[in-house]
Every structure is written in C-alpha cells, then in structure tokens.
T-cell receptor, first 119, second 112 residues
Framework: DTEVTQTPKHLVMGMTNKKSLKCEQHMGHRAMYWYKQKAKKPPELMFV???????INESVPSRFSPECPNSSLLNLHLHALQPEDSALYLC??????????????????FGAGSRLTVL | KQEVTQIPAALSVPEGENLVLNCSFT??????LQWFRQDPGKGLTSLLL?????REQTSGRLNASLDKSSGRSTLYIAASQPGDSATYLCAPRNTGGFKTIFGAGTRLFVKA
C-alpha cells in the first residue's frame, strides 16, 4: 500500500459546526503532515507529527486542532471556522523524521486532499 | 527563511516540444528537493526526488537537475504531451526540521 487516504473528499460546514478531517497511511511512515492550499497558491505547512508527537505548529489558529491517535492515523478537528478557512487541506507522510544523511531519501507522499467550504 | 521561486509562472506549448521549468531557492541547506505535479483541485503527485548529494534524477521523459550551491533546480520534460498539462511544483526540504517549502508552481498547458 503506497497511498495516503483522506476523508471526506468534500466537506461543507457552517461557522458554528464541529467537524473532522481524517488521514490514513499504511506505509509505516512515522512523520505526518497537514498542509493548507488556497486556490492558485502553493501548499502551506500547518502541522507536523513525528512519532505521534506534535513537532511543528506553524502558528495555526486554535480553531484547527490536530490529533495523531497512532502511527497510521492523523486527524484535523475543525471548530468555529471562518469563510476564509475554505481551502484544500492536504495530508502527507514521510518514512522517518529527518535524522541525518539517510533522511535525504525521504519522499513526501500526499493524499488527494479534502476540499473544505465554510459558509 | 526558505523562499522558492519558479519561472515561468505559466507556459503554453505545442505538443512534442521539449521544455525546461526553473526553480530557485534561497537556503542551500537542504536534504533533498522534490518535483510534484498537481492537476486542478487534486492532490500532489511526486515526480522526482533529488537528494542533496545528487546532481540529477531521471524518470521516463522527465529529468531533474540540482545545483545546491547556487540554489537552482530544473525540470526537463521531453516530447511534451497534452496529458502533461498540470501545475508543476518545486519543493526543497530544509535540514534541521521537517519543513518542505513549495514554490508557487509553473502552470503548463500542452496543446494538441
């Protein structure tokens, strides 16, 4: 299995709703990532988990809450979002956290994304 | 802070042309650099990864080169086809962390 699976593919939510995005991989990767991509812009890093621990939070607002319950699963919990949070949310994984020379071979593998619309 | 620039921003070519996409980055302390393809509204597909110790990688009609010291990478596409139409993103991965930073991409359109 060489895939990163994201669900749902599309999500529409109101500003008072609570919803979650889910990401799953079975490649044995120990680093998992959330990226946000607005239309016609490059992906922007939000969070990185390494060995199920949060390693990077790129100053993301607290209305986005990541969770890594185990090495194969990554969630993004959404609450009280704003319309400007509408975007494509991409999950990615890589084999090992960067540790020295061997990390140069780590390929970043992306899922198909979850398209979020906040009304 | 790593900054990645891709030139040109958009490119329209007739089928069969060979073409070169350019990427430059400001911080040469990288582990590797990946080239991705993205179709509209879709996720990213990895095309090639070049490790910092390598100068180039090839996959089929694609060839990517890396000059780490000058902060440049190029993606060469041979004999372009309409199916190559997509946005191509360059992404160096910095040392000392998990950050892969993306350029804004080159939007390629190959006319039949």
């Amino acid at each position: 299995d060489t895939e990163v699976t994201q669900t749902p593919k599309h999500l529409v939510m109101g500003m008072t709703n609570k919803k979650s995005l889910k990401c799953e991989q079975h490649m044995g990767h120990r680093a998992m990532y959330w990226y946000k991509q607005k239309a016609k812009k490059p992906p922007e890093l939000m969070f990185v988990y390494s060995y199920e621990k949060l390693s990077i939070n790129e100053s993301v607002p607290s209305r986005f809450s990541p969770e890594c319950p185990n090495s194969s699963l990554l969630n993004l919990h959404l609450h009280a979002l704003q319309p400007e949070d509408s975007a494509l949310y991409l999950c990615a994984s890589s084999q090992d956290p960067d540790r020295g020379f061997a990390s140069g071979a780590n390929v970043l593998t992306f899922g198909a994304g979850s398209r979020l619309t906040v009304l | 802070k790593q900054e990645v620039t891709q030139i040109p921003a958009a490119l329209s070519v007739p089928e069969g042309e060979n073409l070169v996409l350019n990427c430059s980055f400001t911080d040469s302390a990288i582990y590797n650099l990946q080239w991705f393809r993205q179709d509209p509204g879709k996720g990213l597909t990895s095309l090639l990864l070049i490790q910092s110790s390598q100068r180039e990688q090839t996959s089929g009609r694609l060839n990517a080169s890396l000059d780490k010291s000058s902060g440049r990478s190029t993606l060469y596409i041979a004999a372009s086809q309409p199916g190559d139409s997509a946005t191509y993103l360059c992404a160096p991965r910095n040392t000392g962390g998990f950050k892969t930073i993306f350029g804004a991409g080159t939007r390629l359109f190959v006319k039949a």
